[in-house]
C-alpha cells in the first residue's frame, strides 16, 4: 500500500538528511506505529505519503501510484485516496461538525444527497451521534478528534494518516481514539500513526517503526515503543551552568523563616 | 452542487473583506472611467474629423496686386500663370485632388459679403480687396503635404493654406485630454491591480485553514482557487458596471442634454457610443482581474 524504496530527503542543501535511505513497506490492512524522537523525521514520512513533499532520492509508491514523479493535476486523485488525522484537530471553527464533515465531500464534489447521507452514517461511526449540530470549541478534545477522524475516513480512504493524534489528549480519551482508529483499521484501511506515546504503543502490540535522525532503526511486528530516557538522569551535583557568572558555582542561598 | 457551494464561499470571502472590496469597485470604478473617458474623447475626434474633413478644402490663393512673396514678383496672377498650377494639378495630382474651382475676386467678395452683409467691423470693402483663389477638394484630407509640396513656391501661387489647419488647436487640445486622461487611467489600474492583488491575498491569508483542508481532502487546484479569483473578478466588473453607468449619465446629461442644445451644428459622442465602450470595460476588469490572481494564487493556494 505503501512503499519507500531507499528514500532521502534534504531540506536544505549540506544539511543532515531528514530521511536517509528509508525502505519501509506497509501492506494493505496493516497498522503502523511510526515512532522516534521529534526530528527524527516522521513528519516527513507522512508529508512524502501526501505528497506535500517529494523525496530528494529514491522512490514513494502510494496505493499503486509513484508519489514522486505524479504530476500536480493529479495530486488531488491521490489525496482523495489518504486521511489525515493532526494532533491539533484541525477543525474549521466557523463551522458545525457536521459541516465540518460534510466540507470534505463538498469539496470533492460529491452530490448533496450522498453528503445528506454519509455524513450522520460516519458520525455514529465515531460516537458522535447527536453531536452534528455543535460548534467544535462546544466539543471536548476527544470529541473533536473524532470529529476530525469522521471528516478524514468520510470519503472512504484506502489510508489513514494520522499525526500524534493522541498527542493532545488525556491517556483515557487517547484510549478511546485509539480503540476507534482499531475499529478503522479492522475494516480494511490502512492505518500509519505516528506517535510518542508509548503507552499505546506498548498496549496496542502492532507493528512498529522507528526512526532516528531520518534512518529507520527498528522495524518490528509486533513491538513496543522502546527505550526512553529516563526523564531526570542522575547527573550528581554539577554546576549550574545557566547562572549568572556562568561556569562557577552559584551560591547558596539560604531563605531565612521568618 | 459545486457550483452552489462555489458561489457560498465567494459570498462569504466577500462579505469578510467587505472594506477591501468596496476598495477595489471604487479604484476599478475611477480608473474604468478614465479609460472610458480617454476612448469616448477620441471617439468625438474621429466624430469630428468624419464631420468637418468632408466640408474643409485647400485653397491655393493667387498672387493679389502688391503681394511681398517672391513668387508674385509679377505682380497679380495672371492668367497664364493661373493655367499652368491647373494643367499641374490635373496632371500631377490626378489621385490626391478630387475637384478643383476657381474663386475669382468678385465671387470672393459675394460670399464676403453675405456672412459679412453689414461689412467687416465697420470697413468698407470692395471685391479689389479680396483674392483670387484656386479651391481644391482633396480625396483624403490627410494628404495636404503631397499638395503643398507641388503647389507652394509656383509663380503666381502666394500660400497654400489648409483649412483644417483651422481645427489643429482644438484636436490638439483633444488629444492631450485624452493622452491626460490615459495617463491617469494607467496610475488607477496600476492601483488596481496591486489593491486587487492584496485583497485576494488578505482573502487568501484568511481562509489559510479552509484552503489547508481543502487540499488535504483532496480539493482540485481550479475548485480550491475559484472562489477567489471570482471574488477579485465580481468586485473589479462591479466597478466597471459602475464606470459604464457613471459615463453613460455623464453623456446623457452633459452632452446629449446640455452640449447639443446650446451648440448643435456639432455632431457629439451619443449613449450609443458609450454602449459600444462599456463592454470593453468590463472585459479590461476581468483581465485586471485574471492579471492579478494569476500573480497572487500560485503564491498563496498552491496544492
Redesign the interface.
Known sequence: MIRFENVSKVYARGARPALDQVSVDVERGEFVFLVGASGSGKSTFLSLV?REQRPTRGRVYVAGRDVANLS??R??????Q?G?VFQDF?L?QNKTVHENVA??L???????HVIRDTVPEVLEMVGLTGKGKRMPTELSGGEQQRAAIA?AIV?RPQILLADEPTGNLDPTTSLGIMRLLDRINRTGTTVVMATHDDEIVNEMRRRVVELSDGVVVRDEARGGYGEREAILPDVGASPVLDAPGSGTRAPVQTVRGS | MRFQFVLGEVVSGLRRNTTMVVAVVLVTFVSLTFVGAAALLQTQISKLKDDWYDLVEVSVFLCPEGSVSPTCAGGEATKNQVDAVRQVIDTELTDEVSKVYFESKEQAFEAFSERYPDGYQGTQLTADDMQASLRLKLTDAEQFAVVSDVLSGRDGVEIVEDQRAVFEPLFRTLNVATLLAAGLAGVMLLAAVLLITTTIRLSAVSRRKETEIMRLVGGSNLFIQLPFLLEGALAAVLGSLFAGGGLWLAVRFMVSDWLERSVDWVAYVSEVDVLRVAPLLVVMAVALAALSSFFTLNRYTRI
Open positions: 501526501l500536480g493535476w495530486v488531488p486523485t491521490l489525496r482523495r489518504l489525515v484541525r474549521l466540507f470534505a463538498q469539496v470533492i464534489g460529491k452530490p448533496r471528516r470519503n
